[in-house]
T-cell receptor, first 111, second 112 residues
Framework: SQWGEENLQALSIQEGEDVTMNCSYK?????VHWYRQDSGRGPALIIL?????REKRSGRLRATLDTSSQSSSLSITAAQCEDTAVYFC???????????FGQGTSLSVVP | EAAVTQSPRSKVAVTGGKVTLSCHQT?????MYWYRQDTGHGLRLIHY???????EKGDIPDGYKASRPSQENFSLILELASLSQTAVYFC???????????FGEGTRLSVL
C-alpha cells in the first residue's frame, strides 16, 4: 500500500478553532493533493503542494510537505461551519496524475 | 465551465447483470479516470485512459472493463455485477499541465 498508518479519523471542533490534519505516505511522491468532499458530492481539489515546496497557502488553508519524513499536513485557520467535510490527501509519483488517495479525515465544525 | 458529467447518478442492478456507467467531460482533457469509493474510505483507481481508444488498468481492475471511444467519453462496464461492487463510482479528467483531476458528482451503484 502507498500508505503507512491509517489516517482515517473523525474530528469535531468548534467554529473559530484551528485544526490540522495529517497524512503520511510510504512511496516516492512528486505532488501531494488535498481534496475536500462534501456529502454526496465528488472530491474537489483545495490545495496542491509539490515536492520542491515545503509550504503552500491558500486563504485560510496551509499545506506542508516534508519529503524526508514522507508526510504532509493540512491546516485550516479559524474554521467555519462550512468547512465541515471529509478531507483527503492524495499522492502522485509521476507526471501523469494517477492519484493514490488516503483514507480521509471527517471534519465537523460546530457553532 | 469545466465539467465532468456522470450518468446515471444512481443505479440498482441485479447480481450477474451488466452495468454500464458513463462519463462525459467538456474540459478538453486527455486523461480520464474511474475511481471507486466505499463507505468511509478513500478512492481507489479502477481504470484510466490517456488517449482515445486506449485504456489502462488501475489498482483494482478485476471485474471491470473500460472504454474510451472519444476524448470526451469514458465508460466503466461491469459485465457480471456482484454484490461486492456496490459502491460509489467517480469519474475524473485531467490534463498534463495541471495534473489535478476534476471529479464528477459520482454514481451510486447498488447491486442486489
Amino acid at each position: 500500500s502507498q500508505w503507512g498508518e491509517e489516517n482515517l479519523q473523525a474530528l469535531s471542533i468548534q467554529e473559530g478553532e484551528d485544526v490540522t490534519m495529517n497524512c503520511s505516505y510510504k512511496t516516492y511522491t512528486t505532488v501531494v493533493h488535498w481534496y475536500r468532499q462534501d456529502s454526496g458530492r465528488g472530491p474537489a481539489l483545495i490545495i496542491l503542494i509539490r515536492s520542491n515546496e515545503r509550504e503552500k497557502r491558500s486563504g485560510r488553508l496551509r499545506a506542508t510537505l516534508d519529503t524526508s519524513s514522507q508526510s504532509s499536513s493540512l491546516s485550516i485557520t479559524a474554521a467555519q461551519c462550512e468547512d465541515t467535510a471529509v478531507y483527503f490527501c492524495a499522492t502522485s509519483s509521476s507526471s501523469f496524475s494517477k492519484l493514490v488517495f488516503g483514507q480521509g479525515t471527517s471534519l465537523s465544525v460546530v457553532p | 465551465e469545466a465539467a465532468v458529467t456522470q450518468s446515471p447518478r444512481s443505479k440498482v442492478a441485479v447480481t450477474g447483470g451488466k452495468v454500464t456507467l458513463s462519463c462525459h467531460q467538456t474540459n478538453n482533457h486527455d486523461y480520464m479516470y474511474w475511481y471507486r469509493q466505499d463507505t468511509g474510505h478513500g478512492l481507489r483507481l479502477i481504470h484510466y485512459s490517456y488517449v482515445a481508444d486506449s485504456t489502462e488498468k488501475g489498482d483494482i481492475p478485476d471485474g471491470y472493463k473500460a472504454s474510451r471511444p472519444s476524448q470526451e467519453n469514458f465508460s466503466l462496464i461491469l459485465e457480471l455485477a456482484s454484490l461486492s461492487q456496490t459502491a460509489v463510482y467517480f469519474c475524473a479528467s485531467s490534463d498534463a499541465t495541471i495534473q489535478a483531476p476534476l471529479f464528477g458528482e459520482g454514481t451510486r451503484l447498488s447491486v442486489l
